[in-house]
């Protein structure tokens, strides 16, 4: 939206209301200053954001969040990175985007001048947690490495963030970065998907936006494996073609079967399942591709020998690279798919512990719990 004689700035208070993380899963809500945007920066008012999995992870455990150089405990860090808002300050220099302009983020900004971050792998971006001290590359991670989003503003680089349209709830753009990530995954499998077999494993939030965006890239059929029907139900009227409860059929033979014993081209692999990974290969057809985007919490055994004779590729990803999110957005405002399937729950700012809860527990069948912070 441009504005006619651009203010550049909205009145902004000093200070804000943020949850910061204690020792393990101790979270308290406190007063903090309200940050400032530098050059490439804005500053966003948190409309609303979605709890993720790894949001748990770090809370109870600490990595892959990374601060000062280690664990994010005691050190006034705030997590929190699938969220959206409204651009209420601009950095110097900025004019990408307009005071009042919603937007949605993603987590990752890099440093910009890595070997990975220049190929626009700044998701992988070799300054991880960079950003302290005098060897500051000026890392960023909203969550991660720099504060996240349960809390009212948060610091953002353009590079991050994306334009919401005006038809799109604020709880479904929280939903963007979630979709961007299975985007990424199909992207570095680096294939025309369209009339391509693919399956996702696992209908946790990954995978049921993996189906949504396989389906809208024109893969043909999309296949959904998982334990949950509530979940697969879900992945149905996301657009998967066939689902497969894994407790009532073998999901290789049920490939096999659907794909009349061709095998499928792709698996986006979303279940961290210990035997995923050889269970994957096996629906594949030779030559097919395997994309992890979960794991398993302990090392898991893998039929290695089983890849190599059957020439199958195996990609990793970490998050939602090369602009995926944005690939994604534009899925999400074509209504190509119904992100807001997956948003069960909504809480506001003050009981982020209890959305925390929700999600941890799965309570009243959770999947992506939302708190909206700003009423
Ligand atoms: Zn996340
Ligand atoms: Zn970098």
Redesign the pocket.
């Known amino acids: 939206m441009a504005t006619a004689g651009l203010a550049k700035s909205l009145t902004v208070p000093a200070s804000m209301k943020a949850w910061v993380l204690g020792n393990p899963d101790e979270l308290t809500l406190v007063d903090k200053p309200v940050p400032q945007p530098a050059a490439a920066e804005v500053l966003v008012r948190i409309d609303a954001i979605a709890v993720?999995?790894?949001?748990l992870e770090i809370i109870h455990s600490g990595p892959p969040a990374l601060i000062q150089g280690g664990d994010p405990f005691n050190k006034n860090f705030t997590p929190g990175?699938?969220y959206m808002g409204t651009v209420v300050k601009l950095g110097p220099g900025v004019d990408e985007f307009d005071i009042g302009d919603r937007v949605t983020v993603e987590?990752h900004a890099g440093c910009g001048r890595c070997e990975r971050c220049r190929e626009g792998m700044y998701t992988a971006c070799t300054n991880y947690g960079m950003n302290y001290g005098d060897r500051n590359k000026g890392h960023r991670a909203n969550g991660f490495t720099t504060d996240g989003g349960f809390a009212q503003f948060a610091v953002n680089n353009i590079n991050t963030m994306v334009h919401v349209p005006d038809d799109m709830s604020d709880e479904e753009a929280t939903l963007v970065?979630?979709a961007g990530t299975a985007m990424y995954g199909l992207d570095v499998m680096g294939g025309l998907i369209a009339g391509q077999t693919v399956v996702i494993m696992g209908p946790g939030p990954i995978g049921l936006m993996g189906v949504g965006v396989a389906k809208a890239l024109g893969a043909q059929p999309v296949i959904l494996t998982g334990t949950r029907d509530n979940r697969l139900d879900i992945g149905k009227q996301l657009g998967a073609d066939h689902v497969i409860n894994v407790r009532n059929e073998d999901p290789v033979e049920a490939v096999k079967r659907i794909t009349r014993g061709k095998g499928a081209h792709y698996v986006l692999e979303c279940s961290g399942a210990p035997n995923a990974v050889n269970e994957a290969a096996h629906m594949l057809n030779r030559g097919g591709r395997i994309c992890l985007a979960a794991f398993p919490h302990e090392p898991a055994l893998v039929d290695v020998a089983y890849l190599v004779r059957n020439n199958i590729y195996l990609f990793g990803i970490r998050g939602e690279g090369k602009s995926a999110t944005h690939r994604a957005a534009a899925f999400m405002a074509q209504k190509r798919f119904d992100a807001k399937l997956i948003h069960t729950h909504t809480f506001p700012l003050a009981e982020v512990p209890t959305a925390i809860k929700y999600a941890r527990e799965r309570i009243d069948d959770a999947i992506k719990v939302v708190v909206k912070v700003h009423q």
């Open positions: 993720c999995a790894t949001d990175h699938e987590i970065v979630t």
